[in-house]
């Protein structure tokens, strides 16, 4: 699967792969390419994995595209947040949709 994904000013190409484009790094689940524009996420997951792996690579793209300082804690803080948000979307479909039916308005 692959589609664009506006991240800010920017358009990122999304995609669901068979592996992760990097070397020696077969146990990642995602990657934020941020100066090429491209997401990537490891086909073959379970659904709610897949859906928290998504995020959490957005997350990394909107601390570079915002300037967020680069910390020693940014992985944890993006995991938690990435696991935080994907619980919030999934226990409150009907908040989520509501959200989103706002937005398109």
């Given at each position: 699967m692959e589609f664009d994904l506006k991240l800010g000013a920017h358009t990122f190409k999304f995609m669901v792969v068979p592996h992760i484009p990097i070397e020696?790094?077969?146990d990642l689940l995602g990657l934020c390419l941020y100066h090429k524009h491209q997401i990537y996420v490891?086909?073959?997951l379970p659904p709610s994995l897949?859906?928290?792996t998504a995020?959490?690579?957005v997350l990394h793209s909107i601390r570079f595209m915002y300037s967020l300082d680069n910390t020693d804690d940014?992985?944890?803080?993006?995991?938690?947040?990435?696991?935080?948000l994907t619980q919030v979307f999934k226990d409150n479909p009907e908040?989520?949709?509501w959200i989103t039916s706002l937005l398109r308005a």
């Open positions: 020696d790094c077969s490891a086909d073959g897949t859906a928290e995020i959490h690579e940014e992985e944890a803080i993006v995991q938690i947040t990435g696991h935080a908040w989520f949709d």
